[in-house]
């Protein structure tokens, strides 16, 4: 579409001499009069570009100047004024006019000032709109990625849980096992106020606590007895069998941490590194409290499941030694209900 000028000034004569060489270049035109007959024109129709004389008789050009900005801030503005105003003309340049044209003017001047304005006008527009278009367009790719991202989280989160499930059958007596304690250590670590990142960090940590476990041997793992020493010291070793095969996989190391310490005691008294207190990672001191209440409350092949009453009564028992002190209180303000809920299970009350 052509470029639209609007001519502001109060001498008839030289809009007309405006519009006629301006029409005699392809440009749509428009004149006014007054600051009045202008507002009227922009109101109604769209402007890409206003010759606005300073000196007018009722609203001078640079108040309208104002006006004008406001009514159609896309408009480029030309100043029309004489040498001796000059230091008004920079004025409405500090204003926002783009340049302004000296009377008595050269039209072909004035012509080639119009152009350069207008071309300039064009390129801060399309710079604009490529702006947009980017910021739309890194908008999507970026929605896109993160769509992608979800879709392999999941991926990885079903191929893990897959995994467990597997493990979980393997040891008859567990069903659903590492599934539960994974939603207990969620529950408790949200009444902890852990931060969401940390619980999908805690979350896979405690779902793969027993993965070394693959590296046990069956007459050990399924062995119905008591594990003699020797037995029972390979099977101490699963905790780093699960570090080492976690560990090397860049999304898992954080859980590999907690895997390497679930079977860690406040006290210092557990395995195997013998960490103490803070040492032993949160979501590993967090997970020995659920551990406890997943084994406590189901049923196994030497007893049944325990109520759990009895389950609060051994976490108060072993409050400071095997457990966090801090990490006991919450657990025992959490309702039994809501275990019960997010193990998907009802316990035996004593």
Excluded at 212 to 235: C, T
Aim: contains cysteine; negative net charge.
């Amino acid at each position: 579409m052509l470029p639209t000028i609007l001519t502001v000034d109060d001498e008839e004569m030289i809009r007309d001499l405006m519009v006629t060489a301006l029409s005699r270049e392809g440009y749509r035109c428009f004149q006014a009069g007054s600051a009045e007959e202008a507002r009227s024109v922009l109101q109604n129709n769209s402007i890409d570009l206003a010759i606005l004389d300073i000196m007018m008789p009722g609203l001078s050009g640079d108040d309208f100047l104002k006006e004008l900005k406001a009514l159609s801030p896309e408009t480029v503005v030309l100043m029309v004024t004489a040498l001796s105003d000059t230091e008004t003309a920079m004025k409405c340049i500090h204003l926002g006019a783009y340049d302004y044209i000296l009377k008595p003017f050269d039209i072909d001047r004035v012509l080639l000032t119009i152009h350069n304005a207008l071309e300039k006008q064009r390129l801060l527009t399309e710079n604009r709109e490529y702006q947009a278009n980017l910021e739309k367009k890194v908008d999507e790719q970026t929605r896109q990625i993160r769509m992608a991202m979800e879709d392999l989280n999941l991926a990885y989160n079903h191929t893990l849980t897959a995994l467990v499930r597997a493990l979980d059958a393997r040891e008859k007596e567990t069903g659903s096992h590492s599934e539960r304690v994974m939603t207990y250590t969620l529950l408790l670590g949200e009444a902890m106020g852990v931060p969401e990142k940390d619980l999908s960090v805690m979350a896979r940590g405690a779902l793969l606590h027993d993965i070394g476990k693959v590296g046990i041997s069956d007459n050990i793992l399924l062995k119905p007895a008591k594990l003699d020493e020797r037995e029972w010291m390979e099977m101490m070793r699963h905790p780093q069998l699960g570090y080492e095969i976690l560990s090397g996989i860049k999304f898992l190391k954080g859980p590999a941490e907690m895997v390497l310490a679930h079977h860690e005691r406040f006290d210092g008294s557990g395995y195997p590194k013998g960490l103490s207190r803070s040492g032993i990672p949160l979501g590993a001191r967090i997970f020995s409290l659920v551990d406890t209440l997943d084994a406590m409350t189901s049923h196994r092949p030497y007893r049944k499941a325990l109520p759990f009453e009895e389950v609060t009564s051994e976490v108060k028992r072993c409050r400071g030694t095997q457990f966090d002190p801090e990490i006991v209180d919450i657990f025992l303000s959490i309702p039994r209900e809501r275990w019960e809920v997010v193990g998907k299970r009802h316990f035996i009350v004593g």
